[in-house]
């Protein structure tokens, strides 16, 4: 997701997800990431029948951890090795979208110009949208777990300026740095 998406728990019930490597959802549902972003699509889409077991054992879990075991069991590690758009793309989010994309597309043996597209097709995004993204998400991690220094987290993760991470925040999230954490529930899942 590039954008905020809200929705509805009913109090009482278990919450749990997967969050992919960026470029390794394609390889678990075989289609194309970039038409997965930003979407909600059922599961049963892509994984059929399969879905359909997974649902009624999710739904007998006890707890989320239980939940989570029956998730990671379901998700078969693909049977090749990441190609090297993909481990490009790993490289990519190890420097938290701190990078030079010419370097990454040579890195990948393509012309910047090929990799946007095929970072597109294995991420769902463009190498800088990805690099937003990553950027973005480390300045969070940041944010909950030190002090909020905001221009300091803006200046460490590559943002031009305070204002500039402000922005992103409302971008994603929809609410400033401080409007997120202080939603108690925002802070236990950053």
């Known amino acids: 997701m590039t954008t905020e998406k809200r929705f509805d728990q009913v109090p009482g019930s278990l919450l749990c997800g997967v969050r992919f490597r960026p470029g390794m959802a394609r390889e ?5 990431s970039d038409e997965l972003t930003d979407s909600v699509i059922p599961l ?6 399969r879905a359909r077991e997974l649902e009624r054992r999710l739904c007998d879990a006890r707890s989320a951890s239980e939940a989570a075991r029956l998730l990671a069991a379901s998700l078969h590690a693909p049977a090749n090795a990441p190609n090297a758009v993909q481990r490009t793309i790993a490289a990519l989010a190890d420097t938290h979208g701190l990078a030079d994309l010419d ?4 890195a990948a043996s393509l012309s910047p110009r090929q990799f946007r597209r095929r970072c597109l097709e294995e991420s769902g995004l463009t190498p800088k949208h990805l690099c937003r993204i990553l950027r973005f998400r480390r300045a969070l991690n940041l944010g909950s777990r030190q002090q909020r220094d905001w221009a300091a987290i803006a200046a460490e993760t590559g943002y031009f300026d305070q204002a500039h991470l402000i922005r992103d925040f409302r971008e994603f999230t929809g609410q400033t740095p401080m409007a997120v954490f202080s939603n108690p529930a925002r802070r236990r899942t950053a």
């Open 28 to 32: 678990f549902f075989r289609v194309p």
């Open 44 to 49: 049963d889409d892509l994984l059929g029948l």
């Open 103 to 106: 370097f990454f597309s040579r």
